[in-house]
């Protein structure tokens, strides 16, 4: 049978090349959501003929539906946030690949969750914000989750056989670093936007671009293997490998270690979320070991990048410490695209939010909203 998708995020970078494996595999598009980018979705919608569509800004889901009028087969189309949630539920799908940017992500995932849909995850704001309720979901509905950010998914390829799971002592979380690596707090001071959405090695959405200058990204990114892989903060190792070939690494009682490597190109990780547990031939280019010369690794910099000690913090704090986090750089890379602040500013609001309180405890989804609307007043008032 024909794999049946529902992609949420269509028109951005993930999203475009997920629909890049869909494809190559021959997969049944079944449902798309995006944001306000009609032009592109509506390019979309004429190659893969959806069944339903989902625009979470309201003004652009009535343009499409003008647009769509009267085309023969058009899809039904769902407004506004509440809309995006809804397709997530669809029943027609076997498999939800949830690429929306940010916390707007955490309520589809829940919903196709609990729809008994495993969910394909590029949000991983899900986990961030969300954590406990997302594995209760998992658990309580006979879901998975099938990573698809690229560390995560390296991860999750290094422990397919069971029995290694089982011996899993630490996780080598490897950054590339950005575009800033090596450089102090003076330097970082005047850095625009337009220099830190420079990747050296990765092409990617401005939101994670910023995240990936201030290490945020991987912050995050270290929350959201706490969740997936079940280890402790402490065991969670993040290492620079500036060239993106090595994407993570296990390390097993034994101290043997394992790891993943591949070119810098997101169909990897997506298409092995999709044909899970199998693997098949994709699109991306394969690794050329003649014109690779070397694999260099370092250390990050915490004391400089204070994003990333910012997360560490938060998870060690428990409850809606990561919420707080991640709302507060949500809100503070916004006002840095638009010129309002300071690069470093990023960072220090981060941490200003998460040692602001407690944040440990039991939660609700209600809760998490509630936290992150707090962190992004606190970030508004402490500019």
């Not at 893969?48 to 009535?62: L, M, N, Q, W």
């Not at 969740?227 to 090595?246: C, D, H, M, T, Y």
């Not at 938060?314 to 709302?327: D, F, M, S, V």
């Not at 007043?377 to 402490?382: D, G, I, L, P, Y």
Request: hydrophobic letters at 45%; proline letters at 4%; one cysteine or more.
């Amino acid at each position: 049978m024909t794999k049946r998708i529902t992609l949420l995020g269509s028109t951005g970078s993930i999203g475009t090349q997920s629909l890049e494996v869909a494809r190559a595999q021959g997969y049944k598009v079944t449902g798309l959501a995006a944001g306000r980018n009609i032009d592109l979705l509506e390019a979309q919608i004429a190659e893969f003929r959806p069944a339903c569509v989902a625009v979470a800004d309201p003004a652009a889901c009535r343009a499409l539906q003008g647009r769509l009028a009267g085309m023969p087969g058009a899809p039904r189309v769902l407004e506004g946030p509440g809309g995006v949630v809804e397709l997530a539920r669809d029943e027609g799908a076997d498999v939800v690949l949830n690429a929306v940017v940010g916390i707007a992500g955490l309520g589809a995932t829940l919903a196709a969750l609990e729809s008994g849909h495993d969910v394909a995850l590029a949000n991983k704001e899900s986990l961030v914000t969300g954590g406990h309720l997302v594995t209760e979901a998992c658990k309580n509905h006979g879901a998975r989750l099938l990573p698809v950010d690229s560390e995560h998914s390296a991860i999750f390829q290094c422990l397919q056989d069971a029995h290694s799971a089982k011996t899993l002592t630490k996780i080598l979380l490897t950054a590339s670093g950005g575009p800033f690596f090596g450089l102090k707090r003076e330097e970082l001071a005047h850095k625009t936007p337009a220099d830190a959405l420079k990747h050296p090695n990765w092409s990617m959405g401005a939101k994670i671009t910023i995240d990936s200058a201030t290490l945020m990204n991987k912050g995050l990114e270290l929350i959201e293997a706490v969740w997936l892989f079940g280890l402790a903060p402490e065991k969670i190792q993040v290492v620079v490998q500036r060239q993106s070939i090595i994407h993570s690494m296990v390390q097993f009682s034994d101290n043997s270690i394992l790891a993943q490597l591949g070119v810098p190109d997101m169909r990897i990780p997506i298409q092995y979320a999709l044909t899970w547990p199998e693997r098949c031939p994709g699109c991306a280019p394969e690794l050329d070991f003649a014109q690779l010369k070397a694999i260099t690794f370092d250390v990050a910099d915490e004391e400089t990048f204070r994003c990333l000690a910012a997360c560490k913090k938060a998870i060690g704090k428990g409850g809606l410490g990561p919420c707080a986090a991640n709302g507060a750089n949500e809100e503070a890379v916004r006002l840095f695209l638009e010129g309002k602040i300071g690069f470093l500013e990023i960072g220090r609001l981060v941490e200003a939010v998460v040692d602001s309180d407690r944040f440990g405890g039991s939660y609700s989804l209600a809760d998490v909203y509630e936290c992150d609307r707090m962190a992004r007043a606190f970030v508004n008032s402490h500019i």
